[in-house]
């Protein structure tokens, strides 16, 4: 069994970085999907994470995760402010 090191351009491991901060998906499943040893995807995570195009996209994801957990905690307040609406009524009433 030959052990064979393959080379990858720099173009390509750029691109694979993008796609797993872009896509938000771990490491290991894009390892699975192009066939490439997760230790090298981690590398290359480690190392290009700091070039400029790529902190932008993580900058963007981050900004966009924290717009879905505000979207979602105002649908959570929205909710709970129904919920009290509703008791506010029902104890108004008056049962006798």
């Known amino acids: ?20 901060l872009e896509e938000a998906k771990s490491v290991a499943q894009v390892a699975r999907e192009l066939k490439i040893n997760e230790n090298t995807l981690h590398g290359w995570v480690k190392k290009y994470k700091q070039e400029p195009e790529i902190s932008e996209t993580q900058t963007f994801r981050s900004e966009d995760h924290e717009v879905r957990e505000l979207k979602k905690r105002i649908r959570d307040l929205e909710e709970e402010n129904s ?14």
């Open 83 to 96: 919920i009290l609406k509703k008791a506010k009524h029902f104890f108004a009433k008056d049962h006798r």
């Open 1 to 20: 069994m030959t052990n064979k090191q393959r080379r990858y351009e720099e173009d390509f491991k750029l691109q694979t970085v993008r796609y797993i």
